[in-house]
Every structure is written in structure tokens, then in C-alpha cells.
């Protein structure tokens, strides 16, 4: 059986869409035991009249919520009875529970999982890895996309590793293909920090480095994972979320300025919905933060039941995988460099 | 009478599509004066047959090619027999040239114009400058994009109030919106300096700073300038144009993967080739290099005829507003930092 936490206040459903899901998950995998941090009334009432196996959920109150514009330290240090505080502190001290799923601030996440949890051994700085659609019908692993606005070239091999086993382990991915993130293809482009992280990557066999990636080259299947530092990175994910939103709103709106274009849409309704699905990055679940000790899964503060379905899975499936030790065992052929 | 020098080799359609351009901005502007630099025999072989005012064109024979893959610096030194470094040193020296176009390769480009054209009085560093089009219509100058990738807090005040003054002068933007690129808006998001420079822009009344965007708000409409470091300035401009290219073509494989789709999408033919035009970046011309003593266009390597005019009226509109002589005083303002 495997213990998972789900935070169920801080995102934008919030506590409908975390409970929901929740005993969606109960119900898909009977080897999975949750545990609910909240406002415990506001569960239970969301959970009232609903079915489920309450011998595999667990309740517990934490009646105080993080804000999005909170400072993440001082959410950390005084909001120890939040859900997320409160489900970071049971995630550290219980030895039986596996991972956590949240959808409240990132800032806090990140502060209180690097502060309250620690690291996996030999990681220097634990590093988010989202995951988006390629054209071909693929996926690519961002690493990292937030966590650290300011990298060494001995993190960004760090994040490499990471999110290479990530990618094999959850997804399949064999031999993943490797990117550094940088402005042009050639070895010498980019700063100093680049051009070492890719001289260092290029002597990693943990990590099938196949050179760098502009970023333009993102969605077109030829990676599976693109290691960045956490500004580029974010800049990288979010510019390509606003963008391929921005353009079906733009194709909506276009759509409806003339009637015979409603009448063309309409012969393509399967096809603009299957775009929607394609487009829309809640259906590939979570940000994932490598490197902690413990499994910890960001869920878009946006996530609806689906979307969060999707991230208990994936804290499963990590767990399950032995990721954590297969990345102590990859991480220590390597030298350590201190932070 | 303005005149504007042409680099015919570098880019993928050379010498046809600067030739053509070249010809037609002629005769769409009498106040043009065009000087052709590259391989005269061939530049003479494209003019063959074609009518023009031989008296506002010149042609200066520069028979070397800078190749995409050679090392900027190399090109600068060794080849001032090509066509692009030969429009450096005419624009340098001859006092009667204002501007250059050129699609060649962009590192030799910056280097060469940083060398040999050096910098407007009280700039520390030149930055690139694109512009895209935002979805209620608008256009948004992002800058840098990839001429620095390390700056400091005062590079970015520097861009943004030239980028402010390019879009105000050359597209008529009253007030420019201009924000600065971060990971969050809250003013202590990113590294220290972002933090710096949006304290100094708060304190920088030439610039009508709206503080920090997020990446997936760049096409929104809310911003007419958006201020980062070339690193991920670049990362912003490409992820925007390979997410709406990758788009585009999955969608029109959909379209032929079933014939109901086909019909649907021949009654709105009109509407794909809009969207089509829209989200073709060649439409709203070069990359302008903002600070530099002379202006100078920067068009993507693969413009045809149609993306050079518009390089060659950027240029020409850029020297009619007197923009340099504009960003010199403004930039005077400012206490002076050193490089």
C-alpha cells in the first residue's frame, strides 16, 4: 500500500477538486492510501453522500490556507497549521507515507519542502520538472522550470540525471535524449555557465546528452528532456502554455465572426476538441520537484478533479519506481560539488 | 533623401529575395537611396530585365559570404571582403548612409556592428529589439533578445528606455506598457537582478514601467514593451514563434487526417490563411539593434522578399523619427554605469 498526501486547499477548486479526485484515485487503484490536509469540516461536507473506501482515506485538520501572494518564507514559519505546511511536516515525520500532491503557491512549496524535508543524498538543489506534449505525440521533461532562478553548471548536470531517470521511470522513456536549454545549437553559444554544464554533460554516460536545444525546438519531439535553469526554464513552459492558449482563443474568437465559418467548425467539432485536449497541460499532470527526499508533486493552481487525478498518479508512479534511490545511486558516480 | 545599405548574401533567399526587396521599397518611397553590397556579378544578374531608378541605387561589390556556423569573431576579422562587413565599414564611414539591413548571421551581425559601428553616447551595451503581434492586435518590442546573455539591473533600465522610444516613434505606441520579464509579478520575484532593476525602473520616469509579466502573458495585449537579458529574452521571442508554428502544422495534418475535416476546413480557407499571415513573424520585419551609433535591421535568415521591404522601412522609419538622436538624450538622463 502506498500513502499519499493530497493538500486540499490552496488551489482555485479548492476543496471540491482535490477531494473529488482523491476518491477518484481510491477508486482506480486499490494499493493507494490517501490522506486529506484541510479545513476537515469543509472535507467531510465535500465528501458527504459520496462513495468511497474509507478504510484507504485519512483525515487531518489543518484549518489554515497559504495565500498565492504570501511570502513563501514566512508561510513556512508561521503557517504550520496550514494543509501545506501541515502535510510537508506529516511527509518528513511519518515514515509510512510516500509523497505529497499540491495545488497551493509554489514558492511555499518549494521553501517548505527544501527547508522542512531535505534533499535526496548528493543533490545539491532539488529542481522542478513539468512535463509537456510534443508534436509527434511525445513528451519532453523540463528541468528545471522555477525552483532555482540562479544555477551552477554542476546543477544543471544535476537536473540532467534527474529528470533523464524521471522520464525512463515514469514514462518509458528509453535512453532519454538530453538538451541544454541555450540561444543558438553551437557548443560555444551562451555564457560561461552553458558552455561548462556542456562540456560537463558531454562526459556524463548517466545521461544521453545529445547537445543544445534553442527553444523554438521544444514541441518538435526530437527531445525527451530539456535541462534550464529555473528563469529560462519557466520562461520556456509558460510562454509556451500562454502561447498555444492564446491561439485557440484567437481561433474561437475568429471562428465566430462569420457564419460560414461556424458551419466549417462545426464539420471539425471532433477535431478543434481533440486540439483543446492536446493543448490543454493539465492532462499531462504535475510538476514534479526532483530531488527532495521525499516524493512532492505541484499540481497548476488551476487543476480541476482530472488534473489532479493525474498528479497522485504520477507521486505513485514515482514512488513505486524507486526513482529517489535510483537517482542517489546515478548521483553518487558523479563528483559532489558543494552549493 | 535617406539612404540604406542592403546586404544581399547571408540569408536563405540570397540574392533574389533582397534584390526584389530592394526594388520594390524603390518605388513604394521616392525618398530612398539603396546601396546593395555582395557579389556584383550576381547582384547585376538578379537586377537582368527588371525596371528600377538606377539613380538611387548603387551597388558595392563584396564578393566573400559569412556562413551561419562561422565563429562571429573570426567573421568580423578575416572577412571584410563580405557583403555584411563591408555594409559594417561603409556604414561607418561614409557620413551620407543611415542605415543597414542585413538577414545574415546574427552573431556576426552583433559583433561586427559592436566592433566596427560602436555605440550611441551614454549606452553600455546594444540589445536586439523583435516585435510580435498580440492578440487584440497590437504589437509588443521585446528587448533584449539575444545580443547580451549576461546583463546587469543597468542593461535592462538602459532597454527598456530604448525599446520605449523605438515603439513610440516607429509605431506610434503613446506611453509605452513596458514590463520587465520574471518568473512571478510580485516585485521580489527572481534573482537580484530583476530585483534591482524593477527598483530602478520604478525610479525611471522615462519609461512607463508596469512592472513584472509573466511569460504566458506576452501575447495578451496588456504590454507594448517587454524588457529581459538576451538569455531568456531569446527563449521568450523563439518559444512564441516554435509554438505557433507547431500548432499550425499539427493542425493542418489533422485537417487532412479525415475528409469531413477537409470540407470543414475549405469553408474557412479565408480564416486558415489569415491565422496563417497572423502568425507569420516575417510580417512585422527584423530585429532592430537598439543603441548602436547607426541603425541597423537584423532580418530572420529565412525572409523572403515581402519580410526584407519591411526591414528596409524599419530602417528607414527609425532614421526619419531620428530615434538615435532621441535615445541619446534620454539615456543622458541617467547616471552613466560603467560596462
Known amino acids: 500500500m502506498i500513502k499519499i498526501i493530497v493538500d486540499c486547499f490552496g488551489g482555485d477548486h479548492?476543496?471540491?477538486?482535490?477531494?473529488?479526485?482523491?476518491?477518484?484515485?481510491?477508486?482506480?487503484?486499490?494499493?493507494?492510501?490517501?490522506?486529506?490536509?484541510?479545513?476537515?469540516?469543509?472535507?467531510?461536507?465535500?465528501?458527504?453522500?459520496?462513495?468511497?473506501?474509507?478504510?484507504?482515506?485519512?483525515?487531518?485538520?489543518?484549518?489554515?490556507?497559504?495565500?498565492?501572494?504570501?511570502k513563501p518564507t514566512d508561510a513556512v514559519r508561521l503557517k504550520r497549521n496550514s494543509s501545506m505546511m501541515k502535510a510537508i511536516i506529516l511527509l518528513r515525520d511519518r515514515d509510512d507515507i510516500a509523497a505529497m500532491v499540491s495545488t497551493g503557491s509554489t514558492g511555499a512549496l518549494v521553501t517548505g519542502a527544501l527547508v522542512r524535508l531535505g534533499r535526496i543524498p548528493g543533490i545539491i538543489r532539488p529542481a522542478f520538472c513539468p512535463i509537456l506534449p510534443t508534436m509527434n505525440g511525445g513528451l519532453v521533461g523540463i528541468c528545471d522550470s522555477g525552483a532555482n532562478v540562479e544555477v551552477t553548471s554542476a546543477h544543471l548536470r544535476q537536473f540532467a540525471i534527474m529528470a533523464s531517470l524521471y522520464m525512463e521511470n515514469v514514462y518509458g522513456v528509453k535512453n532519454p535524449r538530453t538538451a541544454l536549454l541555450n540561444v543558438g545549437k553551437e557548443a560555444e553559444k551562451g555564457d560561461d555557465i552553458r558552455r561548462e554544464a556542456y562540456a560537463m554533460l558531454k562526459e556524463t554516460p548517466s545521461v544521453n546528452f545529445v547537445g543544445n536545444m534553442e527553444s523554438r525546438d521544444l514541441l518538435s519531439g526530437s527531445y525527451d528532456v530539456v535541462v534550464a535553469d529555473g528563469f529560462s526554464g519557466n520562461v520556456l513552459v509558460k510562454t509556451t502554455e500562454g502561447t498555444a492558449l492564446e491561439l485557440l482563443k484567437k481561433l474561437k474568437k475568429d471562428i465566430y465572426s462569420r457564419t460560414i465559418y461556424k458551419i466549417g467548425a462545426l464539420l471539425m467539432k471532433k477535431m478543434f476538441a481533440d486540439e483543446k485536449k492536446f493543448m490543454n497541460y493539465q492532462n499531462y499532470g504535475g510538476s514534479v520537484l526532483l530531488g527532495t527526499s521525499k516524493v512532492v508533486v505541484k499540481g497548476h493552481g488551476s487543476s480541476k478533479t482530472a488534473a489532479i487525478v493525474k498528479c497522485i498518479e504520477q507521486a505513485y508512479r514515482m514512488e513505486v519506481s524507486k526513482l529517489s534511490g535510483k537517482i542517489e545511486t546515478e548521483i553518487a558516480k558523479y563528483e559532489h560539488y558543494e552549493l
Chains 1, 2 share one sequence.
Open 14 to 70: 479548492c476543496p471540491q477538486a482535490p477531494v473529488e479526485a482523491a476518491i477518484k484515485a481510491l477508486e482506480a487503484n486499490k494499493d493507494l492510501f490517501l490522506i486529506l490536509t484541510g479545513e476537515e469540516g469543509l472535507i467531510r461536507k465535500e465528501l458527504e453522500g459520496k462513495s468511497y473506501d474509507d478504510t484507504r482515506l485519512e483525515i487531518i485538520h489543518a484549518p489554515e490556507v497559504i495565500g498565492c501572494d504570501e
